[in-house]
């Protein structure tokens, strides 16, 4: 459904928008239509197929926590060159870089999927060098609910110059329609409030150039206003002896269209007995579940290995 020009500009005061927006966001993108791939480790499998959970990982503590980084500063730097059709409007945009010194702050939790199975790179990095696993999920199991939303992640500098300039024309919009008001400093305040919530979505779907062979999507929770509507709840797990938040995103349950879980592949390393206990365990949550050994081999030092 086509978003209205008022659907850009929240109400602070209601945390209801938040099961849409990814919608509002994405408005003129197309809609995912096909599987994506989550690498993991044993241990990370074990957990999945005991509660049916995928764990999101703070960004502040992911491998490249600069990542939000770099969308705020892009941000603040087409805030800082904007000029628009309102004075008034482009007043409340150029206040952008200020509000992003805060926004650093902000709680943002993503899961990551990569659109293709047996990337070997991902094998390598994710999946414990192919002694791992490779989840393939269905499009219908990413969709928008509880405050998640799904995006596709941006590589390039232009292109997401494009999409901060594009997320700004649109409450721009926004604001030419209701700007003729007696609430002139309601309108200012809930214009600003919006454009720092849709900067700060978008913030998490910019990457490095370098990384862009990963064609990485991503399951994004971000705090919202005070979540008094869809909380957030947040637990700790140790790795590599470091406490670490997480917030549980349901990948099974009366919410969730089944089957969502498509697929198990089996990393090279993964002995046909345990592949056999993996299928047996899978089979408690996700009855419909294909479980199959990765068709990609081995490789270490130029030698392929058994």
């Not at 770099?70 to 200020?98: K, Q, T």
């Not at 899978?282 to 199959?292: D, G, I, N």
Request: glycine share 4%; with cysteine; net charge negative.
């Amino acid at each position: 459904m086509k978003a209205t020009a008022d659907d850009w500009l929240i109400d602070p005061d209601d945390d209801a928008y938040a099961n849409g927006f990814s919608n509002v966001l994405n408005e003129d993108a197309p809609a995912l239509d096909h599987t994506l791939f989550h690498y993991t480790t044993e241990a990370g499998l074990d957990g999945f197929l005991r509660t049916g959970d995928l764990w999101a990982t703070s960004v502040a503590y992911m491998d490249d926590p600069s990542e939000v980084q770099l969308g705020s500063m892009l941000n603040s730097e087409v805030a800082r060159n904007w000029s628009g059709r309102s004075y008034e409007y482009d007043r409340i945009v150029r206040m952008i870089p200020d509000w992003f010194k805060d926004d650093l702050q902000r709680d943002r939790f993503v899961i990551s999927f990569c659109s293709e199975p047996d990337y070997l790179l991902a094998w390598r990095a994710y999946a414990a060098d192919s002694s791992g696993y490779c989840l393939e999920f269905s499009p219908t199991a990413l969709q928008t609910r509880d405050g998640w939303y799904v995006a596709k992640i941006e590589y390039g500098k232009e292109e997401q110059r494009k999409e901060v300039f594009r997320i700004l024309t649109r409450l721009e919009r926004a604001f030419l329609s209701v700007q003729r008001t007696p609430h002139q400093q309601f309108l200012r305040q809930r214009t600003a409030i919006s454009a720092a919530m849709w900067l700060s979505l978008v913030a998490p779907t910019f990457k490095a150039a370098q990384y862009a062979s990963e064609q990485e999507w991503r399951l994004i929770r971000v705090r919202l206003a005070n979540d008094t509507q869809i909380p957030l709840t947040v637990g700790y797990r140790l790795r590599g002896g470091e406490r670490i938040p997480y917030v549980a995103r349901p990948m099974v349950g009366p919410e969730v269209p089944n089957p969502s879980l498509a697929r198990i592949l089996c990393g090279a390393r993964v002995s046909d007995a345990t592949i056999a206990d993996v299928r047996r365990l899978a089979q408690e949550l996700f009855p419909e579940c294909e479980v199959v050994k990765s068709k990609l081999e081995f490789r270490r030092r130029g030698r392929m290995m058994p």
